[in-house]
């Protein structure tokens, strides 16, 4: 299935004149991903990441979060290196250590296994720690302390161990 | 409404490090529900680290429960534990004009601050569920001094100074557990948007210009609601925005 150039055009003006902030469209094999905020990404659905479930505005940690380079790993990207995602399982703000000062919970280089905790998720004064229900070798931190997350947003990238 | 809710343990304990740390210490083993008081804590704690002041004669207890939840449907435990306080203080005061809450979880005395409620899950969702544990700590007796709290934090306050009235931490826990227990069937029963309608009925400020700030974020705008997620929901200048964490400022 292909989106014409009409229909993504629409898909655009739709979400441009709506209030709300961002919005992912999946039919079939295709996705779309827009943001007012962010850079639109429309890509095959291999494993795609869950639809947020906050729906309209959402405010964010830090100060307008246009996703860093380091953030927004394309999903090609990281198949194609072999390295697996540890998503967020829910919205809030991330904290990489457990109180301010403490050394972070993992860095690049560790080896974690899937009950390790990777941080802590801040929603309505509740701290959840979030384990990474994976292991493998820490490549890349994704998100920074106090930055908002979504709901299936990429936290880690881990080289799988053989 | 003073009876002990049946289904919730209790243990009583002189001396602890933190009643956080030790519903972390009996986790494994819980069975049920479980409220721990302690009469005084070495190292109590709020929010990120932050120290609690818990002289003798404040309340300082966590409750320790297991979840077969989603997080986002643990996190609203926030509103049930505030309300659970609110309808407790409500009670053995006979009065609840002077009580008000602030998103999402402070029960506050006369506009003033008098408990604080930090949740956290331990270890992550494992067998069985994720084991939550609540703690409240209340100044019963004795509030710090203003010198010792943020500078944008409201006015510290306890039930005796601002009520002359004595409550003992043991006593308290009776009327704070009966509650809870009704909430929490409550919410379990019915959903959330009983406890949210609740929540609001007591809400400070609703309507008015209030400030929430969320790492070095700082979000102004009429507080219009609390949303059915828990959100709280402003009205700025660029329209409504859903805020799921952050500390507000009035």
Not at chain 1, 114 to 128: R, Y
Not at chain 2, 167 to 186: G, I, S
Request: proline share 8%.
């Amino acid at each position: 299935m292909k989106l014409t150039h009409e229909e993504v055009r629409q898909v655009l003006s739709i979400i441009s004149e709506s209030s709300f902030d961002s919005i992912e469209i999946k039919m079939g094999e295709i996705a779309i991903s827009a943001s007012k905020s962010g850079p639109l990404r429309a890509e095959s659905v291999a494993p795609a990441p869950p639809t947020p479930q906050a729906p309209a505005q959402t405010q964010q940690a830090e100060p307008p979060t246009p996703p860093r380079a380091a953030a927004a790993p394309k999903a090609s990207d990281v198949a194609d290196e072999g390295l697996i995602e540890v998503t967020s399982p829910m919205v809030g703000v991330f904290y990489i250590a457990p109180e301010p000062g403490a050394d972070p919970f993992v860095a690049k280089g560790d080896l974690i296994e899937p009950d390790t905790t990777v941080g802590i998720i801040e929603v309505m004064k509740v701290f959840t720690s979030i384990r990474a229900e994976k292991s493998g070798r820490v490549v890349r931190c994704l998100v920074e302390n106090g930055d908002f997350v979504e709901f299936g947003q990429p936290l880690l990238l881990l080289q799988p161990e053989s | 409404m003073s009876d002990w809710p049946d289904g919730y343990g209790r243990r009583i304990l002189d001396t602890v490090d933190s009643t956080l740390n030790e519903a972390g210490r009996i986790a494994p083993g819980l069975s049920a529900p479980e409220w721990i008081l302690a009469r005084q804590q070495t190292a109590a704690r709020g929010r990120r680290g932050r120290a609690w002041h818990m002289p003798p004669g404040n309340l300082a207890c966590t409750l320790v429960l297991r979840l077969d939840e989603p997080p986002q449907r643990i996190a609203l435990r926030s509103f049930v534990s505030a309300l659970a306080l609110f309808d407790a203080c409500a009670e053995v005061l006979g009065d609840s004009a002077k009580l008000s809450l602030k998103w999402p979880n402070d029960v506050l005395l006369n506009g003033g601050k008098f408990a604080g409620i930090l949740l956290e899950t331990l270890g992550g969702a494992g067998q069985g569920g994720t084991v939550l544990a609540i703690g409240i700590g209340a100044n019963l007796a004795t509030a710090p001094e203003p010198t010792e709290v943020e500078s944008r934090a409201l006015r510290p306050v306890s039930v005796l100074g601002e009520t002359g009235v004595s409550l003992d931490p043991e006593m308290f826990l009776t009327h704070l557990a009966a509650h809870y227990a009704k909430r929490e069937t409550q919410f379990t029963t019915y959903g959330f948007d009983t406890i949210r309608q609740a929540w609001l009925a007591h809400a400070a400020r609703l309507g008015e210009t209030i400030v929430a700030r969320t790492g070095t974020t700082e979000t102004e705008g009429r507080f219009d609601t609390v949303d059915s997620d828990g959100n709280l929901v402003l009205v700025t200048s660029s329209g409504p925005v859903r805020i799921p964490a952050a500390d507000v400022y009035f």
